[in-house]
C-alpha cells in the first residue's frame, strides 16, 4: 500500500512538471483558401517592390502584404522555381524559363527558352528547380543541365551527373550530385572535390558559411561542418542527432541564425552564437510539418513554403506569445515576476514558467484571481483564502479571506488592501494573518480607488459605484455612499474606474464621469466622452497610458498633448484568447505582458515608433483595372485601394487614412473600398503616427467622372436640347402670339363690324322710329284732316242731298228759300257733334297736347286747339270755322300764342309744333 502511494505521488507530481510552450515568434499562416492556389510552394523570393513571390505548382503567386495575386504559364506548366533580379522575377517550370515584369498592375510573362528551343524534342523532359545569381548572371538549374544567361545569350552546361541542387558560396557554384560528390564550377566546367568524399553518398539539400566555417545539410545524416583547411566532419551540436530522422530538405544560414527545414517535423532555427534553438511545427504553430523552402526578406522575417501552404515567422516583433497547447496551464488572471522566470495565477492553479518549462505550485490546485509581490514573498488571492509563497517557506495559507481579486500597497502607510469575495480588507503586518474589514456590510468588492487616507471608490461584482468613508484616527468604519443611486444613474452594471493622470475615472451606462468630491456629483468628462464610448472594455496601464478593448481589437492609448493616439495590437496575437473584463496588463522587467486563455502576450514597448517607410498606394476598379495618379473612374464605379508598405512584419506601420481631409480612420487590413462615390475630384491621405501626431505618408488623387446623363456629350445634347426646347418654346409662343394678335385683330373687326352693325342697326331701329314716329304724326295728322274732311265732306254731303231734294220737291221759291234755309241749319254741325269732334281731336294727340301743357303751362284749351291744328299744318282759314272765328280772329290768337311761348315772329308755329318732342 506504501509503495503504492509513493508510485501514485510519483506520477502526479510527473504531471504537474509539464513542459510548456516558450516564447515563440508570432507565425502568420496561409492556406491555399487565402491565396486560392494550390498545396505544394517550391521556392519563393522577394521582389525590388518588397512583394513575395512563391512557386506554387501551377502558379505564380504574389503577395504584397495587403493582396494576394495569382499568375499561370502561357502552357500551364508546374512552376518549381522563382528568384527575384533587378525588376524581374525569373521563374522556372517544365521545359521552360523566363522571365516575369509587373506592368499597368499585373504580371507579364516573357519566355527565355522558346526563342532558342533548348527543350525541344528532348527526351530528358527537364524542370527548373533553381535559379540564382553569380556575377550579374542567371543560373536556371535543372537536375541535369545548367543554363546561364547574361541578358543577350544563354550558354548550355550539362552536369557531370545528375545533382540535387547548386548552391552558391563565396560566388561559387558548387553542384551537389545525387550520391557522387559535390563539384565545384570553374573556367566554365565542372571539377569534383574529393576534400568532401565523407558525404559523397548523400543527397546534399544546403551549403552554407558561417565565420570561415562551411556547412553541409544531408538530407538523412545531418549536418556536417568543414573548418576553413581542415577535415569535414558531422557538425557537433546536440540536435544533429535529431536532424537525421527528420530528413532535412531545405536549409539557409542567416546572419548568426541556421534555419533548417525538415520533412517530418517543421523549422529548426538555431543560434549559432549560443547553441540555442526553438522548433517551429505543427504542434506549435505551422499547418504543415514538411518544409520545402526557407526564405530570409529584407526585414530578417522567415517565410516557409510548406508542403501545405505558407508560414510567416515575424523574428522582429515587439510582439511575443507565450501559450501552452496542452491545455493544462488553463486562463491566466495574474503575472509576477519570479527569478528568470514568470509565477502564473491561473484557474487551474499557481504555475511557474521558468525555462520554457511550466510547474504547478503543489496544493495551489484551484481559482487563483491575483498574485502580488511584496518584499519577500508572493500573497496569493484564491478561491479557497489568501496565500503566500516563497522559496524558503513554501507555498501557505495565511487567512480566511476568499477570492482575492486585487492586492496592492496602502498609498499612505506600509499597509496593504485587498479587495475580494466578502468585502475590502486592510493589512497592517506583512505575515497577512491578520485584517481589518473596512467596509460594513459583507458585500464584495472587486475593483477599488484609494483616494485618501480614509476615502475609497470600489465596486462590488455586479453593479454599483460607491463611497467608502473610514474614521481617519483609527480607520473604523464611517459611511458608504451609493454614488450612482445618489446621481440617478438607474443602470449602473458592470462599472470600469481606473485612475488617469491622478484623475478618477468611471465608465457608467456608456458615459465617462469623474467625481467631484466636494458635492460627490459624478460629472461627465468630456474628453474621455468624445473619444471613449462604446468601449468593451479599458485596461489599466500607467499613469500616461491605457489600453481599450473595442469590438475585439485592443488598443493601447498614448496622450500627446490633447490628442489621444490609438495604436492597435493586431487581433492575430490574441484573438479568441481573450478574458472578457478580466485583461490586464503587468509591467515586468520593461515588458509589457497581458494575460490570456493559455498563456500570455508579451509587448515589448508602448510608444509607436514606425517611420521612414515608403507607402505604395493601388488603385483598381471592380473590373481589377489599374487606376493611375489623377486619373478618373466611371460614375458610380466601386473602386478598391491598396495601401501597401514596403515591410510585412513589426516594421509595417500602423496606417490611417482620411478621404477629403474628413475624418481620420484606421485602415485595417490595408484594403479601402469606395462606393457611391460623388462626381468630382478626390483625395485620399495616408498617415502614420509621429510624436503623437498623423504624418502623411502617401497621397492618391483621383476624379470621378459625371454620371453618362452629365457627360460633355449628353450635356452638349442637353444643351442642344434646351436650346431647341427654348427655340420650339419661342416659335410656339410667337405662333402663340401671332395667332393671338390675329384672334384679337379677327375680334377687333368682328367688335367693330358688330358695333357697326349695332350703330347701324340702332341708327337703322332710330330711323325707323323717326319714321315711325313721323309716319305717326304724318298718320295722326292725315287722320285728323282725314276726321276733319270726313265731318266736313259728310256735311256737305248731307246738305247737297238735303238741299237736292228739296229742289226736286219744290217749285215756289218762297218755299224753296224756306226749306233751304231750314235744310242749312238742320245740317249744320250740331254742339254735340262738334263737342264729340273736339274730344276726339284732343285724344289723338294726345302726347302732343301733354308735352305741349308740361312745357307751357299758362296755355288755355283753346291755345291747345290752336296749337294742334297749327300741328296739323292747317291755315287760318282752315282754322277759323273750326274754331268758330273769323280769320282776324286766328290771326290774332296766333300773336298772342306766341307771346305766351315766347317766340319769335320769324319762327313758323307749324313746323314748331311738328318739333315738339
Known amino acids: 500500500m506504501k509503495n503504492t502511494c509513493i508510485f501514485i505521488f510519483l506520477i502526479f507530481f510527473f504531471v504537474l512538471k509539464l513542459f510548456g510552450q516558450e516564447t515563440l515568434p508570432f507565425v502568420e499562416n496561409y492556406s491555399k483558401q487565402d491565396y486560392a492556389g494550390d498545396n505544394q510552394v517550391w521556392s519563393l523570393t522577394q521582389g525590388n517592390d518588397s512583394a513575395m513571390y512563391f512557386a506554387n505548382n501551377s502558379f505564380l503567386l504574389r503577395f504584397d502584404g495587403v493582396k494576394w495575386e495569382k499568375y499561370t504559364l502561357p502552357n500551364k506548366s508546374i512552376i518549381r522555381s522563382v528568384f527575384s533580379y533587378g525588376s524581374k522575377i525569373y521563374s522556372g517550370s517544365y521545359n521552360e524559363f523566363g522571365y516575369w515584369e509587373r506592368i499597368e498592375g499585373k504580371m507579364i510573362y516573357t519566355s527565355l527558352s522558346d526563342q532558342k528551343n533548348f527543350f525541344e524534342n528532348n527526351s530528358k523532359s527537364e524542370e527548373i528547380w533553381k535559379i540564382f545569381e553569380v556575377n550579374s548572371k542567371i543560373y536556371f538549374q535543372s537536375f541535369n543541365e545548367l543554363f546561364i544567361y547574361d541578358n543577350k545569350t544563354i550558354i548550355k552546361k550539362d552536369f557531370p551527373s545528375q545533382i540535387s541542387y547548386c548552391f552558391i558560396v563565396d560566388n561559387f557554384v558548387y553542384a551537389a550530385t545525387v550520391r557522387k560528390g559535390i563539384y565545384k564550377f570553374e573556367n566554365d566546367s565542372f571539377v569534383k572535390i574529393n576534400a568532401y568524399s565523407l558525404i559523397d553518398n548523400n543527397i546534399i539539400y544546403g551549403i552554407e558559411k558561417y565565420k570561415n566555417q562551411y556547412y553541409f545539410f544531408t538530407q538523412k545524416n545531418g549536418v556536417f561542418v568543414e573548418k576553413e583547411g581542415s577535415v569535414l566532419s558531422a557538425w557537433n551540436h546536440s540536435i544533429n542527432e535529431k536532424l537525421k530522422s527528420q530528413i532535412i530538405i531545405s536549409a539557409t544560414i542567416f546572419e548568426n541564425k541556421m534555419l533548417i527545414g525538415t520533412a517530418f517535423n517543421g523549422l529548426y532555427v538555431i543560434d549559432l552564437k549560443s547553441n540555442a534553438y526553438y522548433n517551429v511545427n505543427r504542434s506549435n504553430a505551422l499547418r504543415?510539418?514538411?518544409?520545402?523552402?526557407?526564405?530570409?526578406?529584407?526585414?530578417?522575417?522567415?517565410?516557409?513554403?510548406?508542403?501545405?501552404?505558407?508560414?510567416?515567422?515575424?523574428?522582429?516583433?515587439?510582439?511575443?506569445?507565450?501559450?501552452?497547447?496542452?491545455?493544462q496551464l488553463g486562463t491566466v488572471y495574474s503575472i509576477a515576476k519570479y527569478n528568470n522566470g514568470y509565477l502564473l495565477a491561473t484557474n487551474h492553479g499557481v504555475f511557474k514558467a521558468i525555462d520554457n518549462q511550466l510547474e504547478l505550485l503543489p496544493n495551489s490546485q484551484g481559482q487563483v484571481w491575483n498574485i502580488t509581490k511584496?518584499?519577500?514573498?508572493?500573497?496569493?488571492?484564491?478561491?479557497?483564502?489568501?496565500?503566500?509563497?516563497?522559496?524558503?517557506?513554501?507555498?501557505?495559507?495565511?487567512?480566511?479571506?476568499?477570492?482575492?481579486?486585487?492586492?496592492?500597497?496602502?498609498?499612505?502607510?506600509?499597509?496593504?488592501?485587498?479587495?475580494?469575495?466578502?468585502?475590502?480588507?486592510?493589512?497592517?503586518?506583512?505575515d497577512f494573518t491578520s485584517s481589518r474589514k473596512l467596509n460594513e456590510k459583507m458585500k464584495p468588492v472587486k475593483d477599488f480607488i484609494q483616494l485618501t487616507p480614509s476615502v475609497f471608490l470600489f465596486t462590488d461584482g455586479y453593479r454599483g459605484l460607491y463611497k467608502l468613508k473610514l474614521n481617519?484616527?483609527?480607520?473604523?468604519?464611517?459611511?458608504?455612499?451609493?454614488?450612482?443611486?445618489?446621481?440617478?444613474?438607474?443602470?449602473?452594471?458592470?462599472?470600469?474606474?481606473?485612475?488617469?493622470?491622478?484623475?478618477?475615472?468611471?465608465?457608467?451606462?456608456?458615459?465617462?464621469?469623474?467625481?467631484?468630491?466636494?458635492?460627490?456629483?459624478?460629472?461627465?468628462?468630456?474628453?474621455?466622452?468624445?473619444?471613449?464610448?462604446?468601449?468593451?472594455?479599458?485596461?489599466?496601464?500607467?499613469?500616461?497610458?491605457?489600453?481599450?478593448?473595442?469590438?475585439?481589437?485592443?488598443?493601447?492609448?498614448?496622450?500627446?498633448e490633447d490628442t489621444f493616439v490609438w495604436m492597435p495590437i493586431p487581433?492575430?496575437?490574441?484573438?479568441?484568447?481573450?478574458?472578457?473584463?478580466?485583461?490586464?496588463?503587468?509591467?515586468?522587467?520593461?515588458?509589457?505582458?497581458?494575460?490570456?486563455?493559455?498563456?500570455?502576450?508579451?509587448?515589448?514597448?508602448?510608444?509607436?515608433?514606425?517611420?521612414?517607410?515608403?507607402?505604395?498606394?493601388?488603385?483598381?476598379?471592380?473590373?481589377?483595372?489599374?487606376?493611375?495618379?489623377?486619373?478618373?473612374?466611371?460614375?458610380?464605379?466601386?473602386?478598391?485601394?491598396?495601401?501597401?508598405?514596403?515591410?510585412?512584419?513589426?516594421?509595417?506601420?500602423?496606417?490611417?487614412?482620411s478621404i477629403d481631409d474628413e475624418k481620420v480612420n484606421d485602415i485595417g487590413n490595408g484594403i479601402l473600398e469606395f462606393k457611391n462615390l460623388s462626381s468630382g475630384h478626390h483625395i485620399i491621405k495616408v498617415f502614420t503616427i509621429d510624436q503623437g501626431s498623423y504624418k502623411e505618408v502617401a497621397l492618391f488623387n483621383f476624379s470621378v467622372l459625371n454620371p453618362w446623363y452629365f457627360s460633355i456629350w449628353m450635356k452638349l445634347c442637353y444643351l442642344f436640347l434646351v436650346g431647341l426646347v427654348f427655340f420650339l418654346y419661342y416659335k410656339w409662343n410667337k405662333i402663340k402670339y401671332t395667332q393671338k394678335i390675329r384672334l384679337k385683330e379677327e375680334e377687333l373687326r368682328h367688335k367693330n363690324e358688330i358695333d357697326r352693325l349695332e350703330i347701324e342697326a340702332e341708327n337703322k331701329l332710330k330711323l325707323q322710329e323717326y319714321e315711325k314716329h313721323m309716319l305717326e304724326n304724318q298718320v295722326q295728322s292725315k287722320a285728323n284732316e282725314l276726321a276733319g274732311k270726313s265731318l266736313s265732306i259728310v256735311k256737305q254731303a248731307e246738305l247737297i242731298e238735303?238741299?237736292?231734294?228739296?229742289?226736286?220737291?219744290?217749285?215756289?221759291s218762297a218755299s224753296l228759300r224756306s226749306k233751304i234755309s231750314k235744310a242749312i241749319k238742320i245740317n249744320t254741325i250740331n254742339k254735340n257733334e262738334w263737342k264729340s269732334f273736339e274730344d276726339n281731336l284732343l285724344k289723338s294727340n294726345e302726347d302732343f297736347v301733354k308735352k305741349i301743357s308740361h312745357?307751357?303751362?299758362?296755355?288755355?284749351?283753346?291755345?291747345?286747339?290752336?296749337?294742334?291744328?297749327?300741328?296739323?299744318?292747317?291755315?287760318?282759314?282752315?282754322?277759323?270755322?273750326?274754331?268758330?272765328?273769323?280769320?282776324?280772329?286766328?290771326?290774332?290768337?296766333?300773336?298772342?300764342?306766341?307771346?305766351k311761348m315766347a317766340l319769335d315772329s320769324s319762327v313758323n308755329l307749324n313746323l314748331f309744333m311738328n318739333n315738339i318732342l
Open 472 to 560: 481617519e484616527k483609527d480607520d473604523s468604519f464611517e459611511k458608504i455612499t451609493n454614488l450612482t443611486q445618489q446621481n440617478s444613474i438607474s443602470n449602473d452594471y458592470s462599472v470600469k474606474l481606473f485612475k488617469y493622470k491622478g484623475t478618477a475615472l468611471f465608465y457608467i451606462d456608456d458615459n465617462w464621469y469623474f467625481l467631484d468630491t466636494v458635492n460627490d456629483k459624478l460629472l461627465l468628462h468630456k474628453a474621455f466622452n468624445d473619444n471613449f464610448k462604446d468601449i468593451q472594455e479599458i485596461i489599466p496601464i500607467d499613469d500616461s497610458s491605457f489600453m481599450v478593448n473595442k469590438e475585439g481589437i485592443l488598443y493601447i492609448i498614448n496622450q500627446f
Open 571 to 657: 487581433s492575430e496575437y490574441y484573438k479568441g484568447r481573450l478574458i472578457n473584463n478580466e485583461t490586464k496588463i503587468f509591467n515586468i522587467d520593461e515588458k509589457y505582458l497581458l494575460n490570456m486563455d493559455d498563456g500570455f502576450l508579451q509587448i515589448d514597448s508602448l510608444k509607436y515608433n514606425f517611420k521612414n517607410q515608403r507607402i505604395k498606394i493601388e488603385a483598381y476598379t471592380s473590373q481589377n483595372k489599374l487606376i493611375y495618379e489623377n486619373e478618373s473612374i466611371a460614375f458610380k464605379e466601386q473602386l478598391l485601394l491598396y495601401v501597401i508598405s514596403e515591410y510585412f512584419g513589426s516594421k509595417k506601420a500602423t496606417l490611417f487614412y
Open 288 to 327: 504543415n510539418n514538411s518544409v520545402l523552402s526557407v526564405f530570409v526578406d529584407k526585414e530578417k522575417n522567415i517565410w516557409l513554403g510548406l508542403d501545405n501552404g505558407i508560414s510567416y515567422l515575424l523574428q522582429n516583433s515587439p510582439y511575443q506569445v507565450f501559450l501552452d497547447n496542452t491545455g
Open 374 to 430: 511584496t518584499q519577500h514573498q508572493y500573497v496569493i488571492g484564491h478561491n479557497e483564502g489568501t496565500f503566500t509563497y516563497s522559496d524558503t517557506n513554501g507555498y501557505k495559507k495565511v487567512n480566511e479571506l476568499v477570492g482575492g481579486w486585487e492586492m496592492v500597497k496602502d498609498n499612505y502607510s506600509n499597509a496593504y488592501i485587498q479587495s475580494n469575495y466578502i468585502g475590502l480588507y486592510k493589512f497592517y503586518n506583512t
Open 855 to 899: 312745357q307751357y303751362h299758362n296755355l288755355t284749351s283753346k291755345d291747345i286747339k290752336l296749337c294742334i291744328y297749327l300741328k296739323m299744318n292747317l291755315s287760318s282759314k282752315e282754322i277759323a270755322p273750326l274754331m268758330n272765328i273769323g280769320y282776324r280772329g286766328v290771326e290774332l290768337h296766333r300773336y298772342r300764342l306766341r307771346k
Open 802 to 812: 238735303s238741299i237736292q231734294k228739296i229742289l226736286d220737291s219744290e217749285t215756289s
